[in-house]
């Protein structure tokens, strides 16, 4: 398909580094969880709405990569599925924010709120609408859904490196 032909190499890229971090995301919760049981158990729904939805998020992104590799054979199919993909993960962001608003274990902060539910979310609107005007205009659709992947990548890393160094500095008060 012409259409999806020049994002061979921005597939490849973003999809291979969405896989990396999902391994190394498990290596630091891995980590991370060599703590106290009482303390695993008093975190355990901050984990469900900080930990998890970043592999959730590289997730997306190496599955937004595979689709764009794959030999479709008309391109309202790829729409469909990335508008039933965004559709999805907006609802999930939605039940993100309310573990995050229900869990107990820390107080979230203004940094949190954004890359924790209004990005992702962003992300995951820019990917449903891509679903719909991808069909008449290829190119924005196209953009729109490089634009979401890059923004779940870098909101994935950003909320990794925000975990690990919480958890750092903060055990290391204790």
């Given at each position: 398909m012409p259409?999806?032909?020049?994002?061979?190499?921005?597939?490849?890229?973003?999809g291979s580094a969405g896989g990396a971090l999902i391994g190394l995301q498990f290596v630091v919760m891995t980590l991370i969880s060599e703590r106290t049981p009482a303390r695993v158990a008093r975190t355990a729904d901050a984990g469900a709405a900080f930990g998890t939805p970043n592999v959730v998020h590289f997730g997306i992104v190496l599955l937004l990569s595979a689709i764009g590799s794959m030999p479709?054979?008309?391109?309202?199919?790829?729409?469909?599925?990335?508008?039933i993909i965004g559709v999805a993960a907006m609802?999930?962001?939605?039940?993100?924010?309310?573990?995050?608003?229900?869990?107990?274990?820390?107080?979230?902060?203004?940094?949190?709120?954004?890359?924790?539910?209004?990005?992702?979310?962003?992300?995951?609107?820019?990917l449903t609408v891509s679903g719909f005007i991808a069909?008449?205009?290829?190119?924005?659709?196209?953009?729109f859904v490089g634009a979401a992947t890059l923004l779940l990548l870098f909101v994935g890393i950003h909320n990794a490196?925000?975990?690990?160094?919480?958890?750092?500095?903060?055990?290391?008060?204790?």
């Open positions: 259409e999806l032909t020049e994002w061979g190499n921005f597939y490849v890229i973003v479709w054979r008309g391109f309202g199919y790829v729409c469909l599925v990335w508008g609802a999930y962001t939605v039940l993100v924010l309310r573990r995050m608003r229900t869990q107990r274990a820390y107080k979230p902060v203004f940094e949190d709120w954004l890359f924790h539910a209004l990005l992702p979310f962003v992300a995951y609107v820019m069909r008449s205009h290829a190119r924005r659709g196209l953009f490196w925000d975990a690990v160094t919480y958890h750092i500095y903060h055990h290391s008060k204790e």
